[in-house]
């Protein structure tokens, strides 16, 4: 009988949160007018999560829609991250306290990331981790850097064939080439 599979700790962010509290969403706004002037913005957060939480948590991502005219906002999974917009006349803050209290019943791990102090105080307690806003931001400022750093160096390599041999078949090639 196969082992099973260790469940990750879940990593619960309040989206809109993080946002504002980087010039690196801010920046993706559309102020034009034209569509959803955070969709853009939503996206890259989406994705800095994903790489943020990769083997270590499940990720969930909570927006607030308390005040969203559309109930067009289902439950959407991308790359691993499940996005939760909260229903028209209720808080994400709401949201984030039921998830948190459902996992610390199950029992399970969570990590909360915000800087909203209400919520930072309502969702205390074993097992739960509080993350400020910030220090989210400055951890995928980071992960960024380092992952333009890393695609920057490949970029520089050479890709003839011979680099891409390992040393073993590097040698038999040049045996059957009478090198």
């Given at each position: 009988?196969?082992a099973?599979?260790?469940?990750?700790?879940l990593?619960?962010?309040?989206?809109?949160n993080?946002i504002?509290k980087s010039e690196r969403?801010m920046?993706?706004?559309?102020?034009s007018g034209?569509?959803d002037?955070?969709?853009?913005?939503?996206?890259?957060?989406?994705s800095?999560?994903?790489?943020?939480?990769k083997g270590?948590f499940e990720p969930i991502?909570?927006?607030?829609?308390?005040n969203?005219?559309?109930p067009?906002?289902?439950?959407?999974?991308?790359?691993?991250?499940?996005t939760?917009f909260?229903k028209t006349?209720?808080?994400?803050?709401t949201?984030?306290?039921?998830?948190v209290?459902?996992e610390r019943?199950?029992?399970?791990?969570v990590?909360?990331v915000?800087?909203?102090?209400?919520?930072?105080?309502?969702v205390?307690?074993i097992?739960?981790t509080?993350i400020?806003?910030d220090?989210l931001v400055?951890d995928?400022?980071?992960?960024a850097?380092e992952?333009a750093?890393?695609?920057?160096s490949?970029?520089?390599?050479r890709?003839?064939l011979?680099?891409?041999l390992s040393p073993?078949?590097?040698?038999?090639l040049?045996?059957?080439?009478?090198?």
């Amino acid at each position: 009988m196969a082992a099973a599979k260790k469940r990750l700790d879940l990593l619960v962010v309040d989206g809109y949160n993080v946002i504002f509290k980087s010039e690196r969403y801010m920046a993706r706004m559309d102020r034009s007018g034209v569509s959803d002037p955070f969709e853009q913005a939503r996206e890259l957060l989406i994705s800095d999560v994903a790489a943020y939480a990769k083997g270590r948590f499940e990720p969930i991502v909570v927006f607030d829609a308390a005040n969203n005219v559309s109930p067009e906002r289902p439950y959407t999974s991308k790359g691993g991250v499940r996005t939760i917009f909260s229903k028209t006349g209720e808080s994400a803050d709401t949201v984030i306290e039921r998830l948190v209290t459902e996992e610390r019943l199950a029992p399970r791990a969570v990590t909360v990331v915000t800087s909203d102090s209400v919520i930072r105080a309502t969702v205390g307690g074993i097992p739960v981790t509080k993350i400020s806003s910030d220090a989210l931001v400055l951890d995928v400022n980071s992960l960024a850097v380092e992952y333009a750093r890393e695609n920057a160096s490949r970029q520089r390599q050479r890709m003839t064939l011979e680099d891409r041999l390992s040393p073993e078949q590097r040698e038999k090639l040049w045996r059957l080439m009478g090198r």
